[in-house]
């Protein structure tokens, strides 16, 4: 007698490999100079009018030289549209300035109302910003309600204050999660699943570090008075390096674009020579090394920023530019000015 052998199919395990990729940028000082002193000739000759110009070529720049698998970014902005933008602005101010010096008053009720406009303007700022970048012919999106952007740009930040800055912590976790979570590229939707917690420990170390150096500021004092200042001074510095640098980690390293990872390895050393190096030709030069700085600092992004690639890079871009041909009925004139931030 023989036994009939249930057949079980093979399961078939496929799994996307994983590979990094790293960003490139390719500028070089010199070549940013011409660029940055011509803009700044033409900005001052023509009472800023040159301005929207300046930033469009600059920012043109800097995308054309970010290369990530072979490919340049773009930046499509047309300067006429942020000219509009800047003179509203402008405007704006001449009347609050005005009205400063003739109504109080109504000043004052400018200013509050240019306060309830604040996550307006921001998510306006964030939406022109994204809509006139592209990577791949394929355009950067952001669309955010309106209602939640006044909860994270006014309501909790106002909480965060009235709790003498308990708060502020939790503050940057909600702001980053709306700006990233409402940013797409196409249709894909970017994702950030970092904890309140990551924010409150880093701002903790930050404490911690500008509290020793107070401390050490004091010690140091009894022996030479001078050396107070030098301390609080390098506290400062520390902090505001190694803040930017746990916090560019904490960003990238917990942001996704679908299956596709992001990661960050900014080294509190490098970043803060960086910074100091930056800074010190900057004050020796009278601001002339800006654009040496500039490039300096891309660069280096450049260098500590990648992406981790989940499967085949070239189907998922694929997969976005079918997207985006459907993109171009939902865009409407909400983009048309740059509001100047």
């Keep these: 007698m023989s036994e009939a052998a249930n057949s079980v199919p093979d399961t078939i395990h496929t799994e996307k490999t994983q590979r990094p990729l790293a960003f490139r940028f390719s500028g070089e000082g010199f070549e940013f100079f011409r660029i940055w002193i011509v803009n700044l000739a033409l900005t001052i000759v023509t009472l800023g009018l040159y301005s929207p110009w300046a930033k469009v070529r600059t920012h043109r720049y800097f995308y054309g030289n970010t290369h990530l698998d072979g490919n340049s970014f773009e930046y499509l902005a047309d300067p006429v549209r942020i000219l509009k933008g800047r003179l509203i602005a402008i405007a704006c101010l001449v009347v609050y300035v005005v009205a400063e010096r ?17 996550p307006y303007i921001v ?23 309106m209602g939640e952007a006044y909860k994270v740009f006014l309501l909790w930040p106002l909480l965060a204050t009235l709790s003498l800055g308990l708060l502020f912590p939790y503050v940057l976790c ?18 950030f699943s970092a904890r309140p917690g990551a924010f409150y420990r880093v701002f903790l170390i930050l404490i911690g570090i500008i509290l020793l150096a107070g401390v050490a500021g ?24 190694l803040g930017s640098v746990l916090l560019v980690n904490l960003r990238f390293n917990h942001m996704t674009l679908g299956e596709q990872g992001f990661h960050a390895n900014y080294r509190a050393g490098s970043y803060a020579w960086l910074v100091l190096s930056n800074t010190l030709a900057l004050l020796l030069t009278l601001g002339l090394f800006y654009p040496w700085a500039r490039v300096r600092t891309a660069r280096y992004a450049a260098g500590h920023i990648g992406m981790t690639v989940s499967g085949d890079l070239d189907e998922f871009v694929a997969a976005r530019q079918q997207e985006q041909s459907a993109l171009g009925s939902e865009m409407s004139d909400v983009f048309d000015m740059d509001l100047g931030l």
């Design 174 to 191: 909600r702001q980053e999660r709306f700006i990233i979570g409402h940013s797409r590229y196409g249709k894909q939707h970017f994702d």
């Design 123 to 145: 998510v306006r700022a964030i939406a022109f910003h994204h809509y006139y970048s592209a990577w791949r012919g394929i355009r950067f999106g952001f669309n955010a309600p």
């Design 218 to 241: 004091g010690i140091l004092s009894l022996l030479f008075a001078p050396l107070l200042v030098v301390a609080i001074t390098a506290g400062y510095l520390l902090a505001f390096a």
């Design 102 to 118: 003739l109504l109080p008053l109504l000043a004052l009720a400018l200013a509050a109302i240019f306060a309830l406009l604040v």
